[in-house]
């Protein structure tokens, strides 16, 4: 069982930046891929970004690629996401997330089977 709690949400302005921190108890948190997914009112949950358990190789959703970085720090059982130049589309629930059966990331939410419950980031015009 791997436990996670987000943090570091919060309002800021277009073009602002927050550092989201996901962390993690439980099994041996680098053996893990893991992602952050979001999810606005009255949509999906999407992917965002995800990281291999060694933190090799990152991949990411079109809309951030540039804006968003995902790392982790293995020996603080610690994921972070941090984020840049901020628009309102941005504002979501955002959840952190582990794979229990893989290290390589992916973006399928199903691969997921670990989830925190989540940090509200809302970005005003």
């Known amino acids: 069982q791997v436990q996670l709690v987000e943090s570091g949400g919060g309002l800021v302005q277009a073009g602002g930046s927050l550092r989201l921190s996901c962390a993690a108890s439980?099994?041996?948190?680098?053996?893990?891929?893991m992602g952050w997914f979001r999810q606005a009112p009255g949509k999906e949950r999407e992917f965002v970004a995800a990281i291999a358990g060694s933190g090799a190789r990152t991949i990411y959703t079109d809309s951030v690629k540039g804006r968003f970085t995902i790392s982790r720090d293995n020996a603080k059982n610690t994921l972070y996401l941090q984020m840049n130049s901020l628009k309102p589309e941005d504002t979501a629930v955002y959840h952190c997330?582990?794979?229990?059966?893989?290290?390589?990331?992916?973006?399928?939410?199903?691969?997921?089977?670990?989830w925190g419950q989540g940090t509200q980031v809302t970005v005003s015009s």
């Open positions: 439980g099994r041996t948190f680098s053996n893990h891929a």
């Open positions: 997330a582990a794979a229990r059966l893989r290290t390589t990331p992916t973006t399928n939410v199903g691969s997921y089977d670990y």
